[in-house]
């Protein structure tokens, strides 16, 4: 029997109620067939839902149905594939191929394209002289590889698909099956030319019905199944059509938010979280948004797709140990494997000591010297276990020893980090990381398999591992009955839901615009067609694009949602699928509804609301006396933002240390600067030797790597010293004293410290105060504005304090030392140097006088426990260390909508 007819016609139905049927019967002498494992355990657990207790293999997958009938062949797999591509490439040396032949991903395309073939049922031999040599060189090179693959593959037992199905048609012609007496096959969109000799010789073994959508891609299966002998029955579309309505989203993220409420809303009105299904045409950008969008709404969702074995925890983890090794334990790659989670490590407080000693370090490498530092807690205790690896990277070993070698990593995952809950996602996810490290045992050894069995050292072996890891699938374990179905529209062959969502309508998302393929473009697949192979050129993928989308309208039966976003993640407009405008031509009336802002109900109770404050009478005075500021710049963190001062002076919390090669920062630059010019402020002349020998003991005291940001910062520091020392004398100003410290004491019993970079002596007026800032000029002139309120108080203080010492002050001066050079700042003189203001000593202390306030205002404010994220200047935010905890938006957001904010 053949049914055929259009998408949603009730062709699965009829074949479903004859299975039915057998099992109401105790009838096991049948087979149901579906394309993949997702939809064979889609069937099983319906079925087992309505009360059918039956074997599992009476439904399968056709490849599972092939190798139960034996046929004589191993399958090749994807790890040996890459192998033998790989072989063929380094023996026949293809010219054409050669500039190619290492770059990332031309393997697996090579080896792709020959899996695409041989499912075709292109025969190696033949596909040579099918080709005409007028279409170039590449398709005859691929050709050449693609046969001596195959006779690679032959020759040791193995075989592509089409081998596979050959052999097993073989088999059922001279054996038939025995305790099958009719099979099903559900759900497949079109067969290739070895699948139909195969179900040929299936029919004449035994009752076969097949089931085909009315497409064109489907037409040439049709002909051979009817010519094989199989009744044709056409159905037509009965189904109930769902309510279709279209949601446009700003973005992506709206998008998401949008199903996310309307799931709920459907839930609230009784419909079951197994009955909605989210359809995509592909892994990215949507799986892992939907993901983590429905799980922040609380709605269980299962993803039907399998993952890169690679990209799991526990083999990232391996993968990472792995590394580390080769590099000899370089304490940077280490570090990063041990902060993973399957380590156990991470969010215990000694491991984060330990990390920050590590990177306060770097760089470095070595067990030794991370041991050192580690103590005798946990990490010490990882480490001693990576003690087995060391040798690993000095000792070359045959294939199987390092496959056996690999296995012992296992031993260093922590599972009980990966699952530390009762909960049903601790269970999910410690079930598959069991089968994460099942599998990643399993790829080694295949790896190992397909090795010569001569010694080769572990960055050999690692190679051909870590490529049969990227090229393995990991299945989800995932069991859950009532969950939302995230399906690829393949998979949802057979998924009949009462509400589904079909999102990211856009062009090159749904529909895919499929290229030419690069070794057998569409020239050649026509040329291929015309000698018999059915190969797909890319505008018959595309037309299949066309027919997916048409398929996925007919899998609700209830309601129907199509979706897009209007903007990319840049902001730029998206251009609507065009499968979708024409289905809205045709079907006009379609209500359009825009996303609405979602945020998820919080789980439990609101906390009442903190008054950003410290409310603790003890604490404030226990802080005031422990945290009391003494410097300046202290001072004017608070006036810039109360919660800067609290988190940097009285929590006196750290940044992260930054990596060797970002440790040329602006603070290094003006340590640098400073130390130099103190030395060089009576020896200008010696300049050069000054600055190598300060240079060279400041990196070696950061652990500054050499590099070329190293040389260039080290020479634009010295070109920006030589020309500022040509004019380090002011005129009529004699360079006095360097880095002398004062005190300047204040009302409330405040006592500020400080200081000063130079003084110069000004005969007959004073004392000249000069501030070095390794800044630009436009920079440095920012420092002498007048602002309200006062954030900016360095001037005036040391003004006061020099004054407060017994001493006049005749000015204070900013250098400018980056770039453009100059002054800025305040001079008791007739002729001040350019880029300063002519000032009287009334001039000057008004300055000290709004400093010394604004001193005495700010630490009353501290004492009182204000530590609101106030920010004077909200551009300063970016780049402060501690923006991402102070939640300085919601701050804004209050006082943009003109409400009250509370210190």
């Known amino acids: 029997m053949l ?16 299975v039915r049927d057998r099992l109401r019967k105790r009838n096991a002498a049948f087979r149901l067939l579906v394309p993949t494992s997702t939809m064979a355990e889609h069937v099983r657990h319906s079925l087992a839902r309505e009360g059918f207790v039956f074997r599992p293999d009476l439904i399968s997958t056709l490849t599972g149905f092939l190798n139960s009938l034996e046929p004589g062949v191993e399958p090749l797999s994807p790890v040996r594939l890459r192998f033998l591509v790989r072989q063929s490439l380094a023996r026949l040396c293809p010219k054409v191929f050669e500039a190619l032949r290492e770059a990332p991903g031309f393997v697996t395309a090579l080896a792709s394209t020959m899996e695409e073939a041989a499912s075709a049922g292109v025969d190696p031999g033949r596909l040579q002289a099918a080709l005409d040599p007028a279409l170039g060189r590449i398709p005859q090179a691929f050709a ?16 592509f698909r089409n081998r596979l199905l050959a052999g097993a048609a073989a088999r059922l012609r001279t054996r038939g099956v025995t305790g099958i007496e009719e099979v099903f096959a559900d759900g497949f969109f079109s067969f290739t030319d070895p699948e139909l000799d195969f179900l040929e010789a299936l029919a004449g073994k035994c009752k076969l019905t097949v089931s085909l959508p009315d497409w064109p891609g489907a037409k040439s299966a049709w002909l051979r199944l009817a010519l094989a002998g199989l009744k044709e029955e056409r159905l037509e579309g009965c189904r109930r059509q769902p309510e279709v309505e279209l ?23 009784g419909v079951r979280f197994r009955e909605i299904g989210i359809l995509v045409r592909q892994h990215d950008p949507y799986v892992p948004l939907l993901s983590s969008t429905l799980g922040r709404f609380g709605i269980p969702v299962r993803a039907y797709f399998s993952e890169r074995l690679s990209d799991h925890a526990v083999v990232r983890y391996c993968r990472a140990l792995i590394q580390a090794a080769l590099s000899g334990w370089d304490h940077e790659k280490t570090l990063a494997a041990l902060a993973m989670n399957p380590s156990g490590l991470p969010g215990r407080a000694e491991f984060e000591r330990f990390a920050r000693a590590v990177r306060e370090r770097l760089p470095g490498s070595g067990l030794a010297g991370l041991r050192e530092l580690a103590g005798q807690g946990a ?32 031993g260093l995952v922590d599972f009980k980090a990966l699952a530390h809950g009762a909960e049903l996602s601790d269970a999910l996810a410690f079930r598959q990381a069991a089968a994460a490290t099942e599998a990643f045992e399993r790829c080694v050894e295949e790896a190992a398999s397909v090795l010569p069995e001569t010694p080769v050292d572990l960055n050999a072996f690692w190679e051909e591992a870590e490529a049969a890891l990227r090229i393995t699938p990991l299945a989800p374990l995932d069991r859950r009955r009532n969950v939302v179905h995230l399906l690829e529209v393949h998979e949802a062959r057979q998924w009949e839901l009462p509400v589904v969502f079909v999102c990211g309508l856009l062009e090159r998302q749904f529909p895919l615009h499929h290229a030419q393929n690069p070794f057998l473009d569409d020239e050649a697949r026509r040329e291929l067609q015309r000698a018999g192979f059915r190969l797909a050129t890319a505008a018959e993928k595309d037309a299949e694009e066309e027919f997916l989308f048409q398929f996925s309208l007919t899998r609700a039966t209830r309601s129907l949602v199509l979706s897009y976003p209007r903007f990319n993640a840049e902001g730029n407009e998206t251009l609507r699928s065009f499968l979708l405008d024409r289905f809205l031509e045709e079907h006009p009336g379609i209500p359009a509804a825009r996303a609405r802002p ?5 789980n439990g109770s609101k906390p009442p609301e903190r008054l950003p404050r410290i409310v603790s009478e003890d604490l404030a005075e226990l802080l005031a006396k422990e945290r009391q500021p003494e410097a300046p710049t202290a001072i004017e963190d608070f006036l810039q933002c109360p919660f800067l001062f609290f988190a940097r002076r009285t929590l006196a919390l750290e940044e992260a240390p930054a990596r060797p090669e970002q440790r040329l920062d602006a603070l290094f630059e003006g340590q640098v600067v400073h130390k130099v010019l103190e030395q060089c402020l009576h020896r200008p002349g010696e300049l050069g030797r000054i600055f190598e020998e300060v240079f060279r003991r400041y990196c070696s005291g950061s652990g500054v790597p050499p590099g070329y940001r190293t040389e260039a910062v080290r020479l634009a520091l010295f070109r920006d010293l030589r020309r500022f020392v040509k004019k380090l004398r002011l005129e009529g100003a004699e360079p006095g004293l360097a880095e002398r410290p004062y005190t300047l004491e204040l009302d409330g019993g405040l006592t500020l410290r400080c200081k000063l970079d130079r003084i110069d002596t000004v005969p007959g007026v004073g004392k000249l105060i000069i501030d070095y800032k390794y800044r630009t000029l436009n920079g440095v002139k920012e420092l002498t504005k007048e602002r309200d309120p006062v954030v900016q108080i360095q001037a005036g203080i040391y003004m006061a304090a020099l004054e407060q010492a017994g001493e006049t002050c005749a000015g204070f001066l900013f250098a400018a030392l980056r770039g453009e050079q100059g002054w800025a700042g305040w001079q008791i003189t007739k002729k001040p140097v350019k880029g300063a203001a002519e000032s009287k000593p009334e001039d000057l202390r008004a300055i000290m006088q709004r400093a010394a306030e604004a001193a005495v205002e700010a630490v009353e404010r501290i004492r009182q426990g204000v530590i609101a994220p106030k920010p004077a200047d909200p551009e300063r935010c970016e780049t402060c260390a501690y923006c991402d905890i102070c939640r300085v938006e919601s701050a804004v957001q209050v006082a943009v909508a003109g409400g009250e904010t509370s210190e």
Do not use: N
């Open 247 to 269: 949601v446009e989203a700003e973005t992506q993220e709206r998008e998401a938010e949008e199903i996310a409420l309307r799931i709920l809303e459907h839930a609230a009105r």
């Open 3 to 18: 049914l055929i007819g259009p998408p949603g016609s009730g062709k699965s139905h009829r074949i479903l109620e004859a």
């Open 379 to 410: 990490a010490r205790k990882k480490l001693d276990g990576l003690a087995a690896l060391e040798g690993w990277a000095a000792s070359p070993a045959t294939p199987e020893e390092w496959s056996k070698r690999l296995a012992q990593l296992a």
């Open 598 to 602: 979602a945020r998820p109900a919080p």
């Open 144 to 159: 050449a590889l693609y046969a001596d693959v195959a006779a690679q593959a032959e020759a040791a037992g193995y075989g």
